[in-house]
């Protein structure tokens, strides 16, 4: 029995090779006992040898009955329900059933369990997911009280599959990553592969590419192939990879994925589920290469006719297969595809039978319009495709189908603009914008938010760029807008609204595993000092490689909760753009799109103070690329060698009036820069105005950014409040190696400068001292982490969060800097909405906040002399942004390295 027991524990810390040679060796006369085959075809079924598993398991179940042991032989039978579900087939139903009846006598709960955790995976196959998730629980419950946590995570496995098969996705993922964390806790190596399996399965799914989940998702399943030792495992795990490299578009990474998937699936024995998928995996790659991808809208038909039809049997073919092996969940999932390459093709589709008479009608006949104005446009008749797009936008509308309404008007939009009609093009991609607007406000979940979110910023930037080529800059400035809202504009709506209270345990959490994570490896966030922490509790034992990837994944989790959260509680919505009437200064909005074909563009757009727009789009070179990586990337090294003029492939986003009007301008002109994603981190002010002459944006132009026009014309809108008095109050971290001469700067402050001397007190001051302080300064490192988890720390710990400013009692003074632990461009992962302390500042009351684009000398006297102007100027000046830009227009400053001087700016307003 010892012997078993120590063959169990091999086998749940994924050693099940070695666990069958231990038995052998120990054992060996004993290989055939019932107990023994047991415990070997356990091992087998854990490393997806079916067969094998088979052939111990019936052994078992022979000598459990001739000793007449009915718990021996429910027990055996269990595990031969285990491997039919792996191999599954409509007909193995029977060996799940023989499961159940050899269990209806037996009183041994623990079996039960084990029975009620196989049906609940039974359940899941065929998309009983109620049922599924219910038989989980009822194991989970007796897996806790009996203090197995190994079964405990496995129930709870079950359960995430449940919750997001259901559609729960996000706490799918929060259940399935917490039992990846209890997986390293308990040292078992195979429980963490199944979870690893579906938490790659769950993030891959809806994610858009690029982003923070999508590279979290590629990195788990990278990480867990490199130590995954069986061929099911790997082959579970290549699947879901070559998912992400289908949606990215990388097909040949996609197909050698899933070349490893069909070799390691068929190395086990292969099997219906596996067929299925690899049918479907392989028409989705067959359907993307050739153009025919659906996640950036109905905008072209694949290349070829024969494409289409390929894809089309393929998924016939898997959706058989599915539907044979009595798999109703993975058959449904295929009529999705089966729908796309329908409306692609015949412009008939079984789910529509499913809808009221009338409808149903409007719906098929708007699929008829669509595939015709397709064809139309095929065979180059733009006139006779536009009407058809028209046809099928009124069906779709009637229909109720506003997916095929926004396909439908982006047609018509295409259309209008190749038969040379601007203001019908312009009409055409409002509709869209209509429809788009109407999808997302009626979208509830969380995980369907973001995946109509990524559909209707594609629509808008494809938009965009088709609005730039018609001349409409008002169309250009307004889908811009659009963009950057999504989350940005509900934190100015909050009023007195706290935090919501779902983030508080996901923060309180962040900050102790990056306290860990400080105290392990200060080089993480530059922490010079980092102070030991006397109980660490859970996160005691894991290496600092291991609390890395658990701080990114809550990382990742709040980056989900945060913009689910905004949404739901403070109601984001675009500026209307009538309300710029009273914006009476330049303004310019840079912000980065992808094309239909994907390639990267940047698209500018300059509002004049009449009100006149005028757009650029400006292609993503190499050389741009190579900046962005400058500024935005791991080596920091990159960024202190950038000077003004590696900035001038920049110079092209600048439109040519703009340039004109500051040339010709009689001093400074206040231009407010709207950047979005990775343009946060340009220094503006050092952006040559061409590349032809030495001059600079800063020599012409007052510079302030702001993150959206709503942030403009709210903060322009706040009541004027009672001025504080003209004092400073500071905080410089005495253990953080920064000199911080410039605090002295602050002494020019009238009524006095305070220095905080416990950093306890760092957040009264700064978020509620607003009554007392007209500047408050920080001197310290920050973490430079996205979103509300950014941070100023004292070593380990945090001293002021963005949350803090979001507490629906703050009221901060009104002029900040957090110059020195890089606010303004915390994170490159947040490619729309880069919240962080300046921003979260800005929403909570303050007017202006002194940033950085990037690292800044700490040590540097003339980065340090540019602050200590600044700060001796605050108290007397209505612009910070103003006074800023005349100290940066020192010609002295020109032949030196941006971070000592360009790197610094304002965020706010003019």
């Not at 169990?8 to 023994?36: F, K, N, Q, Y």
């Not at 991609?429 to 594609?458: K, W």
Request: glycine share 8%; hydrophobic share 45%.
């Amino acid at each position: 029995m010892s012997v078993v027991r120590y063959v169990e524990i091999l086998r749940r810390i994924g050693e099940s090779t070695r666990a069958r040679e231990v038995l052998r060796s120990l054992l060996p006369e004993s290989w055939d006992e019932p107990l023994a085959a047991l415990a070997v075809g356990n091992t087998y079924w854990t490393q997806g040898y079916t067969s094998e598993a088979d052939d111990h398991y019936e052994n078992a179940e022979r000598g459990y009955a001739v000793a007449d042991d009915r718990d021996g032989v429910f027990a055996a039978r269990i595990g031969l329900a285990r491997s039919a579900r792996i191999a599954y087939t409509a007909g193995k139903q029977a060996v799940l059933e023989a499961a159940i009846a050899a269990g209806a006598d037996s009183t041994d709960t623990h079996l039960h369990a084990d029975l009620d955790r196989e049906r609940s995976g039974w359940c899941l196959l065929v998309g009983d997911h109620e049922t599924a998730a219910a038989l989980a629980s009822r194991a989970a419950d007796v897996h806790r009280d009996a203090g197995d946590r190994y079964l405990l995570s496995l129930a709870d496995v079950l359960r995430a599959r449940a919750l997001n098969a259901a559609g729960d996705r996000t706490a799918a993922v929060d259940l399935v990553q917490a039992q990846v964390a209890i997986a390293t806790e308990i040292g078992s190596n195979e429980l963490k592969m199944v979870a690893v399996v579906f938490l790659a399965q769950f993030l891959q799914r809806g994610v858009a590419v690029g982003g923070p989940e999508w590279e979290a998702a590629k990195g788990t399943i990278a990480d867990a192939l490199e130590v995954a030792d069986d061929p099911f495992t790997v082959a579970e795990l290549s699947l879901p990879l070559a998912h992400l490299h289908t949606t990215a578009g990388e097909f040949a990474e996609a197909e050698r994925y899933l070349e490893s998937y069909s070799r390691y699936y068929e190395s086990v024995g292969g099997n219906a589920v596996g067929e299925a998928n690899l049918l479907k995996a392989r028409a989705r790659v067959e359907l993307a290469r050739n153009g025919g991808r659906s996640v950036r809208g109905f905008l072209r038909l694949p290349r070829s006719a024969s494409t289409l039809w390929r894809a089309r049997k393929a998924f016939l073919d898997s959706a058989r297969i599915y539907e044979e092996a009595g798999l109703t969940a993975g058959a449904e999932g295929i009529h999705r595809h089966l729908e796309l390459v329908d409306i692609l093709g015949s412009g008939h589709s079984r789910g529509a039978r499913k809808l009221p008479g009338a409808a149903r009608n409007a719906l098929d006949r708007a699929r008829e319009h669509l595939f015709f104005a397709e064809q139309q446009n095929i065979v180059g008749d733009p006139a006779s495709a536009r009407e058809s797009y028209r046809l099928a936008e009124t069906e779709a509308v009637e229909s109720g189908a506003t997916m095929f309404a926004i396909a439908a008007a982006t047609g018509s939009a295409m259309m209008a603009h190749a038969l040379g009609d601007r203001t019908g093009t312009a009409m055409h991609i409002r509709s869209a914008i209509r429809y788009s607007e109407t999808i997302r406000g009626a979208v509830a979940s969380g995980s369907a938010r973001r995946y109509i979110a990524d559909t209707v910023r594609s629509q808008y930037e494809h938009a965009m760029l088709l609005a730039v080529v018609i001349g409409d800059g008002p169309l250009v400035m307004e889908l811009a807008e659009r963009l950057r809202t999504d989350r940005l504009a509900g934190l100015l709506r909050r009023s007195a609204a706290d935090l919501p209270v779902q983030l508080a345990g996901l923060l309180a959490e962040i900050a102790r595993v990056g306290a860990a994570v400080a105290e392990r490896d200060p080089s993480r966030r530059g922490v010079r000092a980092a102070a030991a922490i006397d109980d660490l509790g859970d996160l005691d034992d894991q290496s600092p490689a291991e609390l890395r990837r658990r701080l990114d994944g809550l990382y990742t989790r709040l980056s989900e909760q945060t913009s689910d959260l905004f949404a739901d509680v403070y109601g984001a919505e675009p500026l209307r753009m009538d309300r710029l009437a009273d914006v009476r200064v330049d303004v310019l909005i840079a912000i980065p799109v992808q094309s239909v074909e994907g390639d990267q563009h940047i698209v500018s757009v300059w509002r004049s103070p009449d009100g006149t727009c005028v757009a650029k789009d400006v292609p993503v070179t190499g050389e741009i690329t190579r900046l962005r990586e400058s500024l935005t990337g791991d080596r920091h090294e990159d960024r202190l060698r950038l000077r003004a003029g590696d900035l001038t492939t920049l110079s092209a986003i600048l439109p040519d009036p703009f340039e004109r009007r500051l040339r010709a301008a009689a001093g400074p002109v206040p231009v407010v820069v709207i950047p979005t994603g990775w343009l946060w981190a340009v220094p503006f002010a050092a952006l040559p105005l061409s590349p032809t002459d030495g001059g600079l944006l800063v020599d012409h132009a007052d510079v302030v950014l702001t993150p959206s026009l709503r942030f403009l014309t709210a903060l322009q809108d706040r009541p004027p409040s009672e001025a504080p008095p003209p004092a400073a109050v500071s905080w410089h971290d005495p253990h953080s190696g920064i000199a911080a001469a410039e605090l002295d700067g602050l002494a020019a402050h009238p009524a006095g400068h305070d220095r905080i001397t416990e950093p306890a007190h760092v957040t009264s001051a700064f978020v509620r001292g607003g009554d007392r302080w007209r500047t408050a300064v920080l001197a310290a490192h920050g973490n430079r982490e996205p979103g509300l988890a950014h941070a100023v720390l004292a070593g380990p710990a945090v001293v002021l969060s963005a949350a803090d400013f979001l507490d629906g009692t703050t009221t901060p003074p009104p002029y900040l800097s957090f110059a020195s632990c890089h606010s303004g461009f915390p994170s490159g992962d947040d490619q729309y909405e880069p919240l962080g302390l300046a921003l979260a500042a800005l929403a909570a009351g303050a007017t202006h906040v002194v940033s950085t684009h990037f690292e800044i000398g700490s040590q540097d006297r003339i980065v340090s002399s540019c602050l200590a102007q600044l700060y001796q100027a605050l108290h007397a000046t209505r612009s910070p942004a103003a006074a800023l830009a005349t100290i940066l227009r020192a010609p002295s400053l020109r032949r030196l390295p941006l971070y000592r001087w360009a790197a610094v700016t304002v965020i706010g307003t003019l």
